[in-house]
């Protein structure tokens, strides 16, 4: 068995791209002696100039000490032919996300390094199983799942395939973390933690889209303002580039037989098939001049004013928020225990529709809207209205929710709204990760902050509104629609009905 902690610890790095190029860094930096090879001639030893290069830069940001960056580079070797890796107690592989090359690069190298290397792919989607399969040590083989840039993105998913024994993995994990890096361990399935655990932001945002309940600007403002995401779904997907994006949402579905949970929109085949993938190439779901994204402004502020409002008493603690709110905006609040004729009639359901709830209350449609409660409104107020609210209706609504100033998102009638509806798909897919045994809840949440930048764990989210919450808005949803993509994992749904925790672990 190998020690990560060695001191004079040897691996290798086999493919001497950006990804190969970034452990090869941070394994140098931690004082870890690192041989570098690609099959193209020539390019290990360019990569090494590029990284020496790049400790040169971090020592003139005073990131690295010129003692420190001597170091690290004199750890860096070009190796010129796979037999220079004999003595590596691991390989970490990063060519090609192809499962045939993987194969026969594992193969040659069982004929090179000793019994009790360890080898490693970074692979992103391959089934590390298969990847081993074949071999004649398939226990000796784990994923070693780094994200791009690698000296940046602190997290590492190691994964164990069926056959993996668990000193292989013990091993990462310790590399990982010796590397600077939060290594979580992870099953063997389709798309691991990070990428599985994705799949609920951008395929719902997508799903409004294709409702036709909001732009998707407006999307992207309602999901950064009001449940504070760095980017907005579809400056994401831009981001990233559906080239790349769209192949990832099919292969999960796809693996995982068409669950509905995963399943992509049709627009993204489209637009992929127009070659409009995103920011790299100036037009995606918005348009780049010189690399700066589009404005698209948000609708002026209206200065209709309704003559009273009254707030349905449905959901109690919504009940209170709301009425809090429009107190401070100076509304006249309609206290009947039913609307006054010229009343503002203002509904908050959790996963239900605005339609739904005026229904169920007796409430005159044209006059009603539905108001989202549940986040954070001091920077944006998302307002939801029937097929029948009247174009009077809807600009009073605009205009005394902005009378601070505050800008209103005016959305069509939606079971779940905006954000509770994306936010509860996530918990929902984070939740199902638990139960499958896929990754320990805290490494979920861990792996989710880290590796997608959200502002919390899926997990945690789940706690903040409350497990029963977030039960309650899938049911809604799955009511309203009856579609089983919102149908809740028995993780949620058990910790929900129990009152506890979805961190918490069954002993």
């Not at 580039?241 to 509905?260: F, R, T």
Request: charged content about 20%; glycine content about 10%.
């Amino acid at each position: 068995m190998q020690n990560y902690s060695s001191p004079d610890l040897h691996i290798a790095v086999v493919g001497a791209g950006v990804m190969g190029r970034g452990i090869a860094q941070i394994a140098a930096q931690a004082g870890v002696r690192v041989s570098l090879l690609d099959k193209r001639p020539g390019a290990a030893a360019e990569a090494l100039r590029e990284l020496q290069a790049t400790f040169g830069r971090l020592v003139d940001k005073g990131k690295l000490t010129p003692e420190l960056a001597t170091a690290a580079g004199q750890r860096l070797h070009a190796a010129e032919a796979i037999q220079e890796l004999a003595g590596c107690a691991a390989v970490v592989e990063a060519v090609v996300e192809d499962l045939g090359v993987k194969r026969a690069l594992f193969a040659e190298l069982e004929a090179v390094v000793g019994p009790d290397c360890v080898l490693a792919s970074n692979t992103s989607s391959l089934s590390v199983t298969a990847i081993a399969a074949g071999l004649q040590r398939p226990q000796r083989v784990a994923g070693f799942h780094f994200f791009n840039p690698v000296p940046l993105m602190k997290i590492v998913e190691v994964i164990d395939g069926l056959l993996t024994e668990p000193w292989v993995t013990d091993f990462l994990l310790g590399l990982g973390r010796r590397c600077g890096h939060t290594a979580v361990r992870a099953k063997d399935t389709p798309g691991f933690i990070v990428n599985h655990a994705g799949r609920g932001y951008g395929t719902e945002a997508l799903r409004l889209l294709a409702e036709g309940v909001a732009e998707f600007h407006q999307l992207d403002r309602i999901l950064r303002d009001t449940a504070g995401f760095k980017l907005g779904p579809f400056e994401l997907l831009d981001l990233t580039a559906l080239d790349v994006s769209h192949p990832v949402m099919e292969s999960i579905y796809h693996q995982y037989y068409e669950e509905p949970r995963f399943r992509p929109q049709p627009l993204t085949r489209q637009m992929l098939a127009a070659g409009l993938v995103g920011r790299k190439v100036g037009r995606g779901f918005y348009r780049y001049e010189a690399g700066q994204q589009e404005r698209v402004e948000d609708a002026p502020a209206s200065t209709a004013r309704p003559a009273r409002v009254w707030v349905s008493r449905a959901v109690p603690v919504a009940h209170q928020r709301i009425t809090t709110l429009l107190q401070s905006l100076g509304a006249v609040l309609d206290d009947g225990a039913t609307p006054a004729a010229d009343s503002l009639c203002i509904v908050t359901p959790y996963g239900h529709d605005a339609t739904s709830c005026a229904v169920a209350e007796g409430l005159d449609a044209s006059r009603t809207v539905a108001v989202d409660w549940l986040f954070d409104t001091r920077r944006r107020r998302v307002v939801m209205s029937t097929p029948l609210t009247s174009r009077e209706t809807r600009e009073a609504a605009r205009g005394l929710l902005g009378a601070d100033g505050v800008p209103v998102s005016l959305v069509r009638d939606s079971a779940g709204g905006v954000a509770p509806r994306v936010i509860a798909t996530i918990v929902n897919i984070a939740a199902e990760i638990a139960q499958q045994g896929i990754a320990a809840p805290a490494d979920i949440d861990r792996a989710v902050t880290l590796g997608l930048g959200y502002p919390v764990g899926p997990l945690a989210w789940g706690d903040r509104l409350g497990p029963a919450t977030v039960l309650r808005i899938l049911q809604d949803l799955q009511d309203s629609t009856g579609d089983p993509r919102y149908r809740a994992s028995p993780w949620l749904r058990r910790r929900a009905r129990l009152g506890v925790s979805l961190l918490t672990e069954e002993e």
